[in-house]
């Protein structure tokens, strides 16, 4: 899957977001920012499997998911 990452200078920090998942984070340097965001980016993506596991939209096995 193909995500869009946007970084751009805020008015005190570095910004950076992937609007598809609504995920925005930032950093005191770009390369802070894009480490928070890969952060961000996998919590969110835990959250949603965590959501779907537990509303019977999928099963895990491991570390997969089945649907």
């Given at each position: 899957?193909?995500?869009?990452?946007?970084?751009?200078?805020?008015e005190k920090y570095?910004?950076?977001?992937?609007?598809?998942?609504?995920?925005?984070t930032q950093g005191k340097t770009i390369g802070?920012?894009?480490e928070n965001l890969k952060e961000a980016v996998q919590?969110?993506?835990?959250?949603?499997?965590?959501?779907l596991v537990e509303n019977g939209n999928?099963?895990?096995?491991?570390?997969k998911i089945l649907r």
């Open positions: 899957m193909d995500l869009t990452v946007d970084i751009f200078k805020g570095f910004v950076a977001r992937v609007p598809e998942l609504g995920v925005t802070e920012a894009k919590l969110h993506l835990e959250s949603v499997v965590e959501y999928v099963k895990l096995k491991g570390n």
